[in-house]
């Protein structure tokens, strides 16, 4: 194994630790302010989902620090796999789509729109109408996944053109 092949994959494995470690930092902080789960929640973690648009290193990233966020909150188990899930959906439909940074945000926002509220509704017994969930989990999905996505992606993106951090 060359000496380059093992620095890729090195740098690959730190970034998607860092990744998840911010991850589970934003979300516990979500989590102090009651933001990170429920019917009406805005995981500022999310943000962290344009991270795909750098480098392939944020799908396990993301879905890791997914995974032990919800650990972490409590969650349970069908909110740990499916709630996983949905950050790994999202993470490589992103990572497919990264030419146009524009949508990058977009199969996160789907993926936890569309399966969240089924969770929210048969692991949790949430009463309220599944529209309605999927109203407001889709809100929130935009407020940090795609708004302040995109207040992470451009400075960052500026950043790496001058010193090349991916």
Known sequence: MSKSNNKSKIRFICYAAAIAALYVVLTWLSSAFGLSSGVIQCRISEALCVLVYFTPAAIPGLTIGCLISNIMTGAVVWDVIFGTLATLIGAIAGYLIRKCK?????????????????????????????????????????????????????????????????
């Open 102 to 166: 524009w949508l990058v945000p977009m199969p996160t926002v789907v993926a936890n729109t569309v399966i969240v509220p089924f969770v929210l509704r048969y692991a949790y017994g949430a009463p309220d109408a599944m529209w309605f969930m999927m109203l407001t989990v889709g809100a929130g999905e935009v407020i940090s996944a795609w708004i302040l996505g995109y207040v992470l992606l451009f400075p960052l993106e500026k950043l790496n053109k001058h010193k090349k951090i991916f």
